[in-house]
């Protein structure tokens, strides 16, 4: 089982730029499918960008081009690049975890099983 923890997030001006971390407990993160979802004020989680435990990534149509998610196995993490931001990328954003055997390639909230705090994003126009 995963504890997942994410930092990274704060204010920023619409254009700049932030990188989001996740780091995982455990010793199976490099099995472990992970996505970056967010959620604003009176919405539901919404799926940001994933990453196959094989490296494969895929991405909501909103941000491509603009963020990047990518993993580091030896250091338990994952990381979302987020670059040239707007105004309605403000959410809190939450890193999931489910493990790849468990995974039904359906990049919803609810396919993933392990779930951190969230770190605020907050961008200003």
């Known amino acids: 089982q995963a504890q997942l923890v994410e930092s990274g997030g704060g204010l920023v001006q619409d254009g700049g730029s932030l990188r989001l971390s996740c780091v995982a407990s455990?010793?199976?993160?490099?099995?472990?499918?992970v996505g970056w979802f967010r959620q604003a004020p009176g919405k539901e989680r919404e799926f940001v960008a994933g990453v196959r435990s094989f490296g494969g990534t895929y991405y909501t149509e909103s941000v491509k081009g603009r963020f990047t998610i990518s993993r580091e196995n030896a250091k338990n993490t994952a990381y979302l690049q987020m670059n040239s931001l707007k105004p309605e990328d403000t959410a809190v954003y939450y890193c999931?975890?489910?493990?790849?055997?468990?995974?039904?390639?359906?990049?919803?909230?609810?396919?993933?099983?392990?779930w951190g705090q969230g770190t605020q994003v907050t961008v200003s126009s």
């Open positions: 455990g010793r199976s993160f490099s099995t472990y499918v």
């Open positions: 999931g975890a489910v493990e790849s055997g468990r995974f039904r390639s359906i990049w919803r909230a609810n396919a993933f099983v392990y």
